[in-house]
T-cell receptor, first 112, second 115 residues
């Protein structure tokens, strides 16, 4: 196990709704990245938080937003859900900009 | 758990065979490369990594080869076991102008090992 936990494991939402996903990083890891993995695809970078600030963002619209808390846990929020948002959402933690990232088990989001 | 392997290239081998999984990466400025294993219903699990100043690195039963000339990575698994069945992704680490670094993943290959 990586020490990175995510909740919930599975979630079903309706188009137009909002969702919040949570990630608890490995102890001592102050950088958290979020990825979206569509079925049959590799993970795609959404954004990254370092010491409670977003310091990097991939090609995702503003309705994807996040937070990082003083204990370095993190949230991913998605507003106005679309069917194409159905995916496995992964978070990964690391210390600073160290190379090794440790992934959580993911949250499977289904939008109907 | 759900499948992460739909529509992926598939490599089928017999138990005990050696497996080779290939990956093309996109950014010549990438300085670090990782192979991940992803089993159904789980997050990616680190297997082995290599920095851009190396061309080969060996682990336990696994070897990664890096060819920067053609931007190609390969993962070799010796004596493949049924427990190796999973989807394998390569990822490249690239530094962005604003100072942070990101992982860019390849499309993945499903490895199926039959007893």
């Amino acid at each position: 196990e990586t020490g990175v936990t995510q909740s919930p494991t599975h979630l079903i939402k309706t188009r137009g709704q909002q969702v919040t996903l949570r990630c608890s990083s490995q102890s001592g890891h102050n950088t958290v990245s979020w990825y979206q993995q569509a079925l049959g695809q590799g993970p795609q970078f959404i954004f990254q938080y370092y010491r409670e600030e977003e310091n990097g963002r991939g090609n995702f619209p503003p309705r994807f937003s996040g937070l990082q808390f003083p204990n370095y846990s993190s949230e991913l929020n998605v507003n106005a859900l679309e069917l194409d948002d159905s995916a496995l959402y992964l978070c990964a933690s690391r210390r600073g900009q160290s190379y090794e990232q440790y992934f959580g088990p993911g949250t499977r989001l289904t939008v109907t | 758990g759900e499948s992460v392997g739909l529509h992926l290239p598939t490599l089928s081998v017999q138990e005990g065979d050696n497996s080779i999984i290939n990956c093309a990466y996109s950014n010549s400025a990438s300085d670090y490369f990782i192979w991940y294993k992803q089993e159904s219903g789980k997050g990616p699990q680190f297997i082995i990594d290599i920095r851009s100043n190396m061309d080969k690195r060996q682990g336990q039963r696994v070897t990664v080869l890096l060819n920067k000339t053609v931007k190609h990575l390969s993962l070799q698994i010796a004596a493949t076991q049924p427990g190796d069945s999973a989807v394998y992704f390569c990822a490249e680490n690239t530094h962005q102008n604003s100072g942070y670094s990101t992982l860019t993943f390849g499309k993945g290959t499903m490895l199926l090992v039959s007893p």
